[in-house]
């Protein structure tokens, strides 16, 4: 473990969480994890292993498809289960959707100012917009086009750069790379590389796309059926044979 | 003015009201040429106007709800019918001053419309605008039930408006009053329009789930939505008593809820101009049918039940070809013009 627990007080730590859709249909059985401060930690896991819904679960917005049926989350060493999203945000929490949510009738600078919509120091809003410009220097050249005509790529830089506007001290990234040509996915995660690093922002990366979410992350959870099945260092995981034949794609590495 | 050109977008605190100089120039035109025009009018025309100008106040409220906030209602006129009968009320029952009684009915309404925003909280789509019809029709049975409020089934006269001794004889004069509501409602409106608040509701109506995790409060903004938007209605409703001197039951069922729902449709969702556009829309069309009628048939009895179907045609005929409005059409004639009227000025003011 590169980065104890005893060392960095963890920022977010979830409980043996349980989640079920409609009361009906369990998902997440007792999801143990925890994200120390300026880490970035990896949930990784196939199609309906419950990804999402721990995401969605922390961030607030199971609410109406779905509840939190056991388990507990900490922010900072607050109980935050159960809490609606918005309380969340004011607590420093943005989650990034998948499939990229942008204000399609917005104008690429509206959707932005939203991002910023629980701050109340105006007068840094625009420094931060500058900020986001210089990772995002394609959001400044479309400020006025309606996020609806982005391009997927723009759209998801978007939805990034407007959770940037919050300034989160945690960040939940669902699926960044979905979607996109590979080319763009490569470029998506070096921003958010370089965003880490500069912005100090906390992570929680959700990621189909394990190759590229072990070279991003300091640390990684394996997720299946709903439970934690595998955990360890970016490289422990990269190691790792399970994960190799499953989701790294084999043999060659 | 340099400085603002200078930048590349303007910052929260400086979006401006009205966006374009056409539009600056425009607004005070118009408002000026009401002021004095409407002097010089007769009663008939006078009477149209009133009707707009009240049609267009209510309107905003119809679109701050319905076309910002994306919450459908067919209940605005049984809710301008709050306003008009609490207001009567104040005036009439309790000796309140007009001006005090235009806003409190403004404020009754707005708690009103509060409460029947409640259970509609979690309803959207649909289910809102079931909920809505029945707000209508339990604020309908109200005014033919409670008379300590309304007196009659049929409603209650009110006489003729007066403030501090100042009788509201001339109707071009109760036109100016009517007015002054209306402008100060729209830079309310479009105020709101620019501010977070604005613009959470309009999240809120594309991206529920977007605007929550942009940290937006889903209830308390829908709530703030339901209040405002009746506070509008509420006060139209008032001055529409006074405007016909008699609070009819009638001119608030579920048929000229509708016709507000078609109102903001025409004139175009979400805007200001939509809202004005639409009302004067609204009002001319019947009024225009029915000369029609007289000239042509010299009977109104058949054209009145025309108007209906006529009306339906012309919904049908605006979401086919201009499915944002009149304020689009509006929107289109006016950058013609301001490319070619003030193209000077905009060169001066980028150089």
Request: with cysteine; proline share 3%; hydrophobic share 50%.
């Amino acid at each position: 473990m590169s980065r104890s627990t005893e060392q960095n007080r963890p920022l977010l730590q979830v409980q043996s969480l349980e989640a079920s859709y409609q009361n009906v249909i369990r998902v997440l059985h007792g999801v143990d994890l925890h994200v120390d401060e300026g880490e970035c930690v990896a949930l990784l896991g196939a199609n309906g292993a419950g990804k999402t819904t721990t995401l969605k679960s922390i961030s607030g917005m199971l609410e109406g498809e779905g509840s939190i049926t056991g388990g507990n989350v900490f922010l900072d060493g607050e109980d935050t289960t159960g809490y609606p999203a918005h309380l969340m945000v004011s607590r420093g929490l943005v989650h990034v959707l998948e499939g990229r949510f942008v204000f399609p009738d917005l104008s690429v600078y509206e959707n932005l100012l939203m991002g910023a919509y629980t701050r109340k120091d105006r007068d840094k809003i625009e420094t931060d917009m500058e900020g986001v410009f210089g990772y995002f220097p394609r959001l400044k050249e479309r400020l006025k086009v309606q996020a609806g005509y982005l391009s997927g790529g723009e759209q998801q830089m978007l939805a990034i750069g407007r959770a940037l506007m919050a300034r989160p001290k945690i960040l939940l990234l669902d699926e960044p790379s979905m979607g996109l040509a590979p080319v763009l996915v490569r470029e998506v995660f070096n921003i958010v590389n370089q965003i880490r690093k500069e912005e100090n922002v906390t992570l929680l990366l959700v990621e189909q796309n394990a190759r590229m979410a072990l070279k991003l992350a300091d640390r990684g959870y394996l997720i299946e059926t709903g439970t934690i099945v595998l955990h360890g260092t970016a490289e422990e995981l990269r190691e790792d044979p399970r994960l190799q034949q499953v989701y790294l794609g084999g043999i060659h590495n | 003015m340099k400085q603002s050109a200078e930048k590349h977008h303007p910052m929260p605190n400086g979006l401006p009201l009205l966006e374009t100089q056409f539009e600056r120039y425009g607004a005070a035109a118009i408002i000026l040429v009401l002021v004095v025009g409407s002097q010089f009018l007769s009663g008939y025309y006078v009477s149209l106007l009133t009707t707009i100008t009240i049609f267009s106040l209510a309107a905003m409220g119809l679109n701050l709800l319905s076309g910002n906030a994306g919450l459908i209602s067919i209940a605005h006129a049984a809710f301008m019918g709050v306003g008009a009968f609490t207001a009567a009320w104040f005036v009439i029952d309790m000796g309140l001053p007009l001006l005090l009684a235009l806003l409190l009915a403004g404020f009754v309404t707005a708690v009103v419309g509060l409460l029947f925003g409640l259970p509609s909280l979690r309803l959207s789509g649909v289910y809102l605008i079931l909920a809505t019809f029945a707000a209508q029709v339990i604020l309908y049975w109200f005014f033919e039930q409670a008379l300590w409020l309304t007196k009659s089934p049929d409603g209650r006269p009110v006489g003729i408006a007066s403030i501090a001794g100042f009788h509201f004889d001339d109707s071009a004069h109760y036109f100016l009053l009517v007015l002054a509501f209306t402008v100060a409602g729209g830079v309310v409106y479009l105020n709101l329009l620019r501010s977070g608040l604005g613009r959470s509701m309009e999240a809120i109506r594309d991206r529920p789930v977007v605007a929550q995790l942009m940290g937006m409060n889903l209830q308390k903004t829908k709530l703030v939505a339901f209040a405002t938007g009746h506070f509008y209605a509420g006060l139209a409703g008032a001055l529409y008593g006074w405007h016909l001197q008699f609070v009819a039951t009638e001119a608030f069922n579920l048929m000229r809820s509708i016709e507000m729902l078609v109102l903001i449709i025409i004139g175009g969702l979400g805007s200001l101009a939509g809202a004005v556009l639409g009302a004067i829309f609204i009002v001319l069309v019947p009024e225009f049918l029915d000369m029609a009628g007289n000239r042509l048939l010299d009977d109104v009895s058949v054209i009145a039940p025309l108007r209906l179907g006529i009306f339906g045609l012309l919904v049908v005929l605006f979401l086919l070809y201009e499915p944002r409005g009149l304020a689009r059409s509006w929107r289109k004639t006016v950058h013609l013009f301001n490319n070619q009227i003030f193209k000077n000025q905009t060169k001066q003011n980028r150089s």
